[in-house]
């Protein structure tokens, strides 16, 4: 299957600082990638779409200030968490698809807001 | 809009048993696809097995195999000869044709096996 790398796998910020997530496509296009969120015990709940040379579409709720989606090529998008507080400490996973029948993952990025 | 639902958010099984997850699904879409993932401690999405909506043999992958009834939007999964490395959450998961791989998870079943 196709492969998706994601970038970092943890990191742990202070608060108000940004950070940067990236998800790479590594044997495939893709013009669309897809950001999910998950809280501990909990499910993937989609935040928002990211579509290559446009801008990203965001899941009702989400602040798109906050998590600032780039998809600049056909193989990375990148999410950025702005001015991160604790409660946006969560783990963080992308995933895309080569030919739409089925979704590939990144590794994750388990955030820490301290 | 589609819906997942998974209402088993915890089983157990022995080792060696056979046991089934749950999951039903709303929609009006005709052609679509359905998943389980499996999602281990390290939280890496694993694709345990598929099903194209427009095929009615249920789909099978060595121990796993689902119970599709496309009528009843019911999508069960029987995992056979369950063993220690099964152990995980299990995620139901539906996919439409036109929306560029996005996926809605149900809220997960979280199974144990026990020694």
């Known amino acids: 299957g196709a492969v998706v790398s994601q970038h970092p796998s943890r990191v742990i910020c202070k608060s108000g600082t940004s950070v940067k997530i990236e998800c790479r496509s590594l044997d495939f296009q893709a013009t669309t990638m897809f950001w999910y969120r998950q809280f501990p015990k909990q499910s993937l709940m989609l935040m928002a779409t990211s579509n290559e040379g446009s801008k990203a579409t965001y899941e009702q709720g989400v602040e798109k200030d906050k998590f600032l989606i780039n998809h600049a090529s056909l193989t990375l998008s990148t999410l950025t968490v702005t001015s991160a507080h604790p409660e946006d400490s969560s783990f963080y996973i992308c995933s895309a698809s080569d030919r739409y029948t089925e979704a590939f993952f990144g590794q994750g990025t388990r955030l820490t807001v301290v | ?115």
């Open chain 2, 1 to 115: 809009a589609q819906t997942v639902t998974q209402s088993q958010p915890e089983m157990s099984v022995q080792e060696a048993e056979t046991v089934t997850l749950s999951c039903t699904y709303d929609t009006s879409e005709n052609n679509y696809y359905l998943f389980w993932y499996k999602q281990p401690p390290s939280r890496q999405m694993i694709l345990v097995i598929r099903q194209e909506a427009y095929k009615q043999q249920n789909a099978t992958e060595n121990r796993f195999s689902v119970n599709f009834q496309k009528a009843a939007k019911s999508f069960s999964l029987k995992i056979s000869d369950s063993q220690l490395g099964d152990t995980a959450m299990y995620f139901c998961a539906f996919m439409t044709l036109n929306q560029g791989g996005k996926l809605i998870f149900g809220q997960g079943t979280e199974l144990s096996v026990k020694p």
